[in-house]
């Protein structure tokens, strides 16, 4: 019987949250969902990549069954995993330039 995926937040992607800090801070509205973009992502190695409104997100298994995640650039998703996505129109070529780079998302994430 497979384990069931959990989302636990980690405190380095939470406000108060400093750029010197590891880690990039998630939005707030990702928080209330992030079960549901762990729930809708897929496993590439030994992490799990979601999609949710253009940005892109990246789980890390801490425990058994017990995941974290935190939004990462478009240039760290796996090419196969972004193109998949796109040809299922889950994100578009457009949402994917926009936040290419950990700056673009930054910027993103301050307006």
Same mark, same amino acid.
């Given at each position: 019987?497979?384990?069931?995926? *959990?989302? &636990?937040?980690?405190?380095?992607?939470? &406000?108060?949250?400093?750029?010197?800090? $590891?880690? =990039?801070?998630?939005?707030? @509205? $990702?928080?209330? %969902?992030?079960?549901? %973009?762990? &729930?809708? $992502?897929?496993?590439?190695?030994? $992490?799990?990549? /979601?999609?949710?409104?253009?940005?892109?997100?990246? /789980?890390? !298994?801490?425990?058994?069954?017990? @995941?974290?995640?935190?939004?990462?650039? @478009?240039? &760290? *998703?796996?090419?196969?995993?972004?193109?998949? @996505?796109?040809?299922?129109?889950?994100? =578009?070529?457009?949402?994917?330039? !926009?936040?290419? =780079?950990? !700056?673009?998302?930054?910027?993103?994430?301050?307006?």
């Amino acid at each position: 019987m497979a384990i069931k995926s *959990v989302y &636990e937040p980690n405190p380095k992607h939470k &406000e108060p949250w400093h750029h010197r800090k $590891s880690g =990039t801070l998630c939005p707030r @509205w $990702s928080r209330d %969902i992030a079960q549901e %973009i762990l &729930e809708a $992502s897929d496993r590439c190695g030994q $992490s799990r990549f /979601g999609v949710r409104d253009g940005m892109a997100f990246k /789980g890390h !298994e801490h425990a058994p069954g017990r @995941w974290h995640g935190h939004p990462i650039a @478009w240039n &760290e *998703v796996p090419p196969k995993l972004v193109n998949q @996505w796109i040809r299922a129109e889950r994100v =578009t070529r457009r949402e994917v330039r !926009e936040l290419r =780079t950990v !700056e673009d998302i930054q910027h993103h994430l301050k307006r």
